[in-house]
């Protein structure tokens, strides 16, 4: 699946266009299922493919409030495996009086970065990937992560929020 930009404005008004609640009955059909699971499988693939750590629906041109996201987990700080989430209609409930600000990219704007504001803690509610509710706890870079990706289905792009935005600099070894 191609991951869609803001460089093509066709991509870009869909990018800005916030998503359509997702039906978590549609779990339950059999034949759905299977269209949704194989959809998953597809975002999945072109995220962890993008080195990605988070891709929305409309991200690859889907109407619907779903996303994947993925944060490492660590020993000795070396990457020992990754653990996904996948969130249907995502919403917070909560977030910390306290906010950070770091360094954000994108896969839909390529090369650019920029400093963001989030919440340092959330509470986010949505139904998981069988269609039951959930309810949890994020900080630190999952939240991050989570806030960047619930914007995203929200039609607003992380350059939308950002300060000192600049293109990636390319340190070539020679």
Same mark, same amino acid.
């Given at each position: 699946?191609?991951?869609?930009? %803001? ?20 779990? &339950? ?9 194989? %959809?998953?499988? &597809? ?5 962890? &493919? ?8 409309? /991200?690859?041109?889907?109407?619907? /409030? ?29 977030? +910390?009086?306290?906010?950070? @600000? ?5 896969? +839909? ?10 919440? +340092? ?21 999952? +939240? ?14 992380? @350059? ?9 600099? %390319?340190?070539?070894?020679?």
């Amino acid at each position: 699946m191609k991951i869609l930009t %803001i460089a093509n404005k066709k991509e870009e008004k869909i990018l800005r266009k916030k998503t359509a609640d997702f039906d978590p009955a549609l779990l &339950k059909d059999k034949k759905r299922r299977g269209e949704i699971d194989e %959809i998953l499988k &597809k975002i999945k693939e072109t995220m962890v &493919k993008a080195n990605g750590v988070g891709l929305a629906a409309n /991200q690859i041109g889907l109407d619907m /409030q779903v996303f994947i996201a993925r944060i490492p987990e660590l020993e000795k700080e070396e990457i020992i495996d990754w653990n996904f989430y996948v969130i249907f209609n995502p919403k917070i409930t909560e977030f +910390s009086k306290e906010k950070n @600000i770091d360094e954000e990219g994108c896969l +839909s704007v390529p090369g650019i970065y920029g400093s963001v504001e989030r919440f +340092s803690k959330i509470i986010i509610a949505g139904q998981d990937k069988n269609g039951k509710k959930i309810k949890f706890k994020a900080d630190g870079l999952l +939240s991050r992560i989570f806030q960047h990706e619930i914007d995203h289905l929200n039609g607003i792009l992380f @350059i939308d929020k950002a300060k000192n935005l600049h293109k990636a600099e %390319i340190v070539k070894n020679l």
